[in-house]
């Protein structure tokens, strides 16, 4: 990092996407890809549209957009096409995107001069990357245009440098933590998740599992968990870091939903102050880069720079996406110039919802004790003095409003469906929850709307007079699965740590497979990945013995109404599983 980041001189620049400004000023010729040539493949049949009064054809579906949304046109008699905006033939409007997307075309660029690359970044990428270093505090950032997922593989492929590496891995991971165990041919020691007794959802290993994981295993290459979970919820790293540190391991996060920690007073604070030395984050989730810009942030000496590097380029397309690049400079301009005023909008607007939930006691949101709550994010032995009983869950994402109807009446899939009938699209939902996700961008009038869903909400869905609620959020424990069951959570014995789990790409063979009713499957070894989605969190990998308890969780899940990745039965009514040894 040069002098002049240290002292916060220029943080106001936007290097690579200014470079992109300038290559749309200059309005050069182009002799090399992108094929559609700055958008100019479009502007014959553009002019051609223009010619004809076709161009009304866009401008009313952009009119009408908002009206649209989800609707499809038999749902709506009135859905606009092309025939019923003006009574001609198809013409060549159908072959035209509107304007703005043209207008991005002429940014959409290579590797060429000016616009540095980013396998080898020498001028504005480098200068970019510098500047989110020093944002985010980080001794070096590189930009990820596949996502959190090309920085969790490339972290993963980094400290595996021989086969079989030992690698001690939080259950409820990403399923791309999974992919990058397998491709590293690595052995995982799975640590089990905290549990929140209050909410039945799983966070992070306590620092008790990885000290007795670290000590049986002195030789792992590293330790990978994931802060925060989906639900916003966590706890301090930093006795974590020291377990690991101490014994010369990496720890390694995944923090896909945290690019925004350590921002504002008000959030929790981040992996790299708590002392990890890689750090994953989904700029895009969280900030305002454009969906698969992230970011990778390193510090300390426990990873190898240079083979690090070498993985980014084998996971990273060769031929990345610039306009995705530009939006991670902006994202990292925009936090980096304001601080933590770039926050106060969203913050009123999860304070304006929460104080009309208060209004509305049936929907109550997720959050740790009351009591326990304190003023400034606390670090360290200070927490577990505070917390007594609670170290897996000290933090809460104020931006995650993750709410249930306390009635009852409605589960989390059921409380989306019926939030997306008023016009308000969830982050995600579970059998209990729904995610509801603010950021730096949103609004008190997006606030006010979804109050107003859910004041229409406790309307229309109406406990019965004398209907118990079915579910207590006090009575919830990780044992009472019948109660609840969360897409997170894969809790089956009380160990602190998994033997080692052999992975690699060797696929199973069809002739070894067979299939069965999801009802059958128990006592099976798996076949298939089983990923509810979202999340994303493997329920069961390939050649993991498939309990009765996770049996009966992918049932209830399935009738409740979640998706999945993995499952080659689209109707997730089989499952494919290994043949039984004879």
Known sequence: MNENDKLGIGKEKAPLYEALL???????????????????????????TEEKGDARYAETLHARGAKLKRQNEEDDPGFITRENVNNEEPSSSISVPIRAYL???????????????????????KEAQELAADCFGAEESFFLVGGSTAGNLSLLLTICD????????????????????????????FLEPWVDPESGLAVMPPVEAVQAAVQKYPEAKGVFVTLPNYYGMGADLTPIAGVCHEAGMPLLVDEAHGAHYGQHPELPVSALSCGADGVVQSTHKMLAAF?????????????NRSLLRQRLAMVQSSSPSYPVMASLDLSRRLVHVHGAKAFTAGLAAVKALKGGLAELPRFQWLQPAASLQQQKPLCGDAIAAAMPGRKGYTAQDPFKVVIYDDAGVLSGYELQQQLEACGCVPEMSDERYVVLLFSLGSTVDDAKHVLQALQHINI????????????????????????????????EENELFSEPVLFSLQPIRETDMIEVPIEDCAGYRSAEMVIPYPPGIPLVYPGEQITPKVAERIQVLRDAGAKFHGISDHKNRRLKVMKPEL
């Open 460 to 491: 229309a869905c109406k406990p019965e007079p004398s209907m118990p609620s079915t579910y207590s959020v006090e009575g919830a424990s990780q044992n009472d699965s019948s109660t609840y069951v969360s897409t997170w959570n894969n809790i």
């Open 291 to 303: 969906t698969m810009g992230a970011m990778l942030h390193i510090q300390g000496p426990r990873l």
């Open 103 to 125: 207008e991005m075309m002429e940014m959409d660029v290579t590797e060429i001069t000016g616009t540095d690359d980013l396998h080898h970044p020498e001028g504005v990428i």
């Open 22 to 48: 300038a290559y749309r000023h200059m309005k050069q010729h182009s002799f090399h890809v992108p094929g559609h040539k700055n958008g100019q493949v479009y502007h014959q049949w553009m002019q051609q």
């Open 162 to 189: 021989e086969p079989e590496s030992i690698v001690l891995v939080q259950r409820n991971v990403h399923k791309s933590v999974i992919h990058g165990l397998m491709l590293a041919g690595a052995r995982a020691v």
